[in-house]
């Protein structure tokens, strides 16, 4: 079993549905969490860290999952510009090594 | 916020050569550098981690003679492609941990190289 896995979709979806990624971890000594967005051949920027009690920036919700190891992406009102392919990061203990998910495609579609 | 600077962005060599790959912090000091590679529509790999003023530690299967890693100072850190082949046509991105006041940084990846060796 891989130790951070994400479905690589990709997720197609009109502008204004509401959609969901999950990212799985296998470490359960795993720490802490990040959100990435990669646009296509550009590198990764943060989109957010999840936090254990969740975390909401505008459209954009995390949440962490620890009985169950999984972190969560919610995107409300898709917007076209939201189409990238979605990263996750998990650290594990205080080695400061993350482990990057495979990413998950999104299309957002008119 | 903090910014890694990465150079080149793009580069073309022919097989056989050496590609050097900087990364900088511009503006805190990275102790710890980490360097991936991407090969399309796949993940980051992790290659190796660099730690100033020490040796690199290398992931399985990454050959540390032909990705040299030096890490000279708190600002920058090097990868050296050596004798590079076609198959290590790569994108290929380094990435610090901020900590510290900004911890919710995360990682901040350089903006890449993207190499191709023909």
């Known amino acids: 079993r891989k130790e951070v896995e994400q479905d690589p979709g990709p997720f197609n979806v009109p502008e204004g549905a509401t959609v969901a990624f999950n990212c799985t971890y296998s470490?359960?000594?795993?720490?802490?969490f990040f959100w990435y967005r990669q646009d296509c051949r550009k590198e990764p920027k943060l989109l957010m860290s999840v936090y254990s009690s969740g975390n909401e920036d505008g459209r954009f919700t995390a949440q962490l999952n620890r009985a169950s190891q999984y972190i969560s992406l919610l995107i409300r009102d898709s917007k076209l510009s939201d189409s990238a392919t979605y990263l996750c990061a998990v650290e594990t203990g205080g080695s400061y090594i993350p482990t990057f998910g495979r990413g998950t495609s999104l299309i957002v579609h008119p | 916020g903090a910014v890694v600077s990465q150079h080149p962005s793009r580069v073309i060599c022919k097989s056989g050569t050496s590609v050097k790959i900087e990364c900088r912090s511009l503006?805190?000091?990275?102790?710890?550098m980490f360097w991936y590679r991407q090969f399309p529509k796949q993940s980051l790999m992790l290659m190796a981690t660099?730690?100033?003023?020490?040796?690199?530690?290398?992931e399985q299967g990454v050959e540390k003679d032909k990705f040299l890693i030096n890490h000279a100072s708190l600002t920058l850190s090097t990868l050296t492609v050596t004798s590079a082949h076609p198959e290590d046509s790569s994108f290929y991105i380094c990435?610090?941990?901020?900590?510290?006041?900004?911890?919710?940084?995360?990682?901040?990846f350089g903006s890449g190289t993207r190499l191709t060796v023909v």
């Open positions: 990435s610090a941990r901020v900590g510290g006041r900004l911890a919710d940084y995360g990682y901040t």
């Open positions: 470490n359960s000594a795993s720490q802490s």
């Open positions: 503006d805190f000091q990275a102790t710890t």
């Open positions: 660099s730690n100033e003023g020490s040796k690199a530690t290398y």
